[in-house]
């Protein structure tokens, strides 16, 4: 059966997370508007107006970074266009997921649209059949500082002229074997088409919208896994309760969410006139993670309409610009990342608490009684372990100095690594999620607790894959095969049921048929 695809059509206004995630996925493709087009149409006949006079054009007509005043003859305009592509082809490493460099595409086609680009409409059309095709670039995430991704957008430009790699059917292979068995043909590089493919943030972009959507995620699971390690010790909901009234907007919306899911899921007896910090504060702890993701996420949608090119076309005049600085997704990107870092301490100071017993008589490192066994203090280093990881990929690195292109170019954001740490924070997160659900489900079987609701869901997912904890046993493999059951597609549509949280579930489209992605191979 053939696949039935949706059709979005760009109109470069900002997109969202949802369009995102289905060009990301594939179940998608993007159609330019007409309105749009003719916009580029005419930014084009400015820019070639410009060009007939006589007027050096950076990129178009000159070389660029420390040989911007390198004049091209019209003979030389064909070599250097075509030549400026691939020698920006010098990523390395892992290559980002198909899902990344698929948005990357549409964002360039989208902020194409506002005419300010001075590219062909050839170009939009050209990248707009390489994602209708389901030709993908391959794209090695090393080789962008964050000022325009010129070594990571150059791996796309130059599959667009032939060269390079892409994923074709699931294979992967020469940008020209791809380009033939999807009944394409390499494109010529006119002047301007070529820099315009390589100068913009547009997979920086793309892969912070990933990279917030994963966390996003990420950050609900460790929310309930945490509900049910406090069920497990005897927390008190009052606190919470509490938040819903006094707290800010965002403390309100999570102490809600934590207070009702209690009700719900059959919280344990309170057993204290007072809990710790890690117990009493969730709801201001959470709320903080999930402002930080949703400003950074703001940040990212904004970022997909707006034109970071330089040289730009502004009232028929070519101007040079300094847009393609993207430090506001980088500083708000960072500020998510010191935030994943308070989630991760607030996690690990719940470990300690439930692994330490002295709540509900739970005995230390939750050996049951009458057993000979070490149990779970050993494993609560990992959560340390965990925990420090996520600290030191918190400390800020966009404001690094860095000087390159002979002294021309002395600013960078370094989104692309930021964003690269933020994914391996987000990794660990999800494994504290998964070793909190381990102890929960140790701590609520030794107390004799009947879960239900999301407690309930958690359990669950953890006692598939580890079993009540007698004799010591290798945690390993079960704490890795709970982390990728809790972060599956089917657990986050039965948590996003049973315990929707509108604002963040809604905003970053944490809807299951969303998530798949998979990257070259």
Sequence with gaps: MTKQLTTLTLDGTPLSFSAMA?????SAIILPDAAGMERVR?????LDAAIAAGIPVYGATTGVGAMKDVMLSPDELDAFNAGL????????????PADVVRNAMAIRVNTALSGRVGCTTELVNAYVRLLAAGVVPVVRRTGSIGCADIGLM??????LTGVGEAVHVGRRMPATLALASAGLEPI???????LASISVNAVGYAAAAHALRRGAGGVRSLLAAALASASAMGASSDPWEAAAYVGTPHEASAGRWLYEASRSSGIAPVTHVQDPLSLRMMAQVFAMVFDSLAKAGETVVAATGRNDD???????????????????????????????AHAARNSFNRCVLIGNGMRRDLPINLVPAGCIATGFGPIIKLAGELFARVLSMAQPISAQ?????????????????????????????????????????QAMDIAGDKPCGVVAMIYGIARAHAAFYQVDRPLSAEVEAIEEDLGSDSAMEQLLRIAPMAEIDGFFALDPKFTKSHAPT
Excluded at 85 to 96: K, L, Q, S
Excluded at 421 to 438: D, G, W
């Design 22 to 26: 289905q060009i990301g996925s594939g």
């Design 42 to 46: 005419r930014g084009r006949a400015d």
């Design 85 to 96: 592509v691939r020698a920006h082809h010098f990523g390395t490493g892992e290559p980002f």
């Design 154 to 159: 150059g791996q796309i430009g130059a599959v």
């Design 188 to 194: 010529r590089m006119a002047p301007k088409d070529s």
């Design 310 to 340: 330089n040289p730009v076309v502004i009232n028929g005049r070519i101007l040079t610009s300094g847009g393609s600085l993207p430090l506001d997704v980088a500083v708000t990107m960072q500020t998510a990342s010191l935030a994943l």
């Design 401 to 441: 100095s860095l000087v390159v292109a002979a002294g021309l170019e002395d600013e960078a954001a370094f989104l692309p690594l930021v964003v690269e740490r933020f994914e391996r924070q987000v990794e660990a997160i999800r494994r504290l999620a998964a070793l909190e659900a381990l102890l929960a489900a």
